[in-house]
């Protein structure tokens, strides 16, 4: 066709709306480079142990200093809110289950400037869009810590039974406060059960047993236990009475309901210290 006829008017030169929907960045990727995610966030290493494995452990997120006051301000809320060991008197949100001798702090978006870095950390958010590769959201960020003797889960995966020819759905990243050991309650985990059909019942009857290749993540003080959360998954035991206080950052692709409703809960005063950019990662 001539170039010289109408038809031939190339719509990107004479339309820039038309231009702008097929080439512009797509909004998540824009407000994820505000926050700093860049192309070098993740190391090889670390994209190829998600997609292998399903998770990665991240340190170096946190200083001595703010791990301090996370550890302080945790405690705080627990006197607050009276986050109740076991169950009946919980705090806890309607948006997380009850755990007898857990403790649970919902909403902490809402509740202190420190915990600002559990879900607007770029490699955080690096994490969740290597997995989810469209528009997510937060869609909770809650404190869980088992005491002694308690803190045993069902493996499980944070979403239904998998189906491969479906993206990814859903990322938890695990702050750990204090640091994961094989008898503080780690977590344990089946590598590389992300890619598989279905769910932990196919292959576990009992899904509180051991899997034959679950592993107990070993995690240091401040470091990140972040997970494809497909990947089979539990918290084990708490049997030496150690603290391993957590904070779960935990995301969707952005066209699931949140667990919470961030965007309705959010206190004008939360609303008032975050940038465009950050209230887009809240927005359901
Ligand atoms: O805190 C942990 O170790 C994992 C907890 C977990 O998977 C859950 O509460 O669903």
């Known amino acids: 066709?001539?170039?010289?006829?109408?038809?031939?008017?190339?719509?990107?030169?004479?339309?820039?709306?038309?231009?702008?929907?097929?080439?512009?960045?797509?909004?998540w990727r824009r407000h994820s480079a505000a926050l700093g995610v860049t192309a070098s966030s993740l190391s090889a290493a670390q994209r190829s142990s998600l997609d292998r494995d399903g998770y990665v452990i991240l340190e170096g997120l946190s200083d001595a200093t703010w791990l301090a006051r996370a550890r302080d301000r945790y405690e705080e809320l627990v006197r607050i809110?009276?986050?109740?060991?076991?169950?009946?008197?919980?705090?806890?949100?309607?948006?997380?289950?009850?755990?007898?001798?857990c403790r649970r702090l919902p909403d902490l978006v809402n509740k202190g400037e420190v915990w600002d870095q559990c879900w607007q950390e770029p490699r955080i958010l690096a994490v969740v869009a290597?997995?989810?590769?469209?528009?997510?959201?937060?869609s909770a960020l809650s404190g869980r810590d088992a005491?002694?003797?308690?803190?045993?889960?069902?493996?499980?995966?944070?979403?239904?039974?998998?189906?491969?020819?479906?993206?990814?759905?859903?990322v938890?990243?695990?702050w750990a406060l204090d640091g994961f050991t094989l008898t503080?309650?780690?977590?344990?985990?089946?590598?590389?059960?992300?890619?598989?059909a279905g769910h932990v019942g196919d292959e576990l009857a009992d899904p509180t047993a051991a899997h034959p290749r679950q592993i107990i993540a070993?995690?240091?003080?401040?470091?990140?236990?972040?997970?494809?959360?497909?990947?089979?998954?539990?918290?084990s035991a708490n049997r030496d009475g150690t603290p391993r206080r957590t904070i779960h950052a935990y995301f969707s692709g952005r066209e699931h309901l949140q667990q919470l409703n961030q965007a309705e809960y959010l206190r004008v005063r939360t609303a008032s210290?975050?940038?465009?950019?950050?209230?887009?990662?809240?927005?359901?």
Request: with cysteine.
């Open 172 to 174: 938890n990243c695990i």
């Open 81 to 101: 809110e009276g986050a109740d060991l076991f169950s009946r008197h919980q705090h806890a949100g309607s948006e997380m289950h009850r755990e007898l001798g």
């Open 147 to 170: 005491q002694q003797g308690f803190g045993h889960q069902g493996l499980h995966a944070d979403w239904g039974p998998r189906v491969p020819s479906e993206p990814f759905h859903v």
């Open 1 to 27: 066709m001539s170039p010289s006829t109408p038809t031939a008017i190339a719509p990107a030169a004479t339309h820039p709306s038309r231009a702008t929907a097929t080439t512009a960045t797509p909004d």
């Open 184 to 196: 503080n309650g780690g977590p344990r985990l089946v590598p590389g059960s992300h890619r598989l």
């Open 130 to 138: 290597h997995v989810l590769e469209r528009a997510f959201h937060l």
């Open 218 to 235: 070993e995690v240091p003080p401040g470091a990140v236990l972040a997970m494809n959360s497909h990947t089979w998954h539990g918290g």
């Open 273 to 284: 210290r975050l940038s465009p950019a950050a209230r887009w990662i809240l927005d359901g």
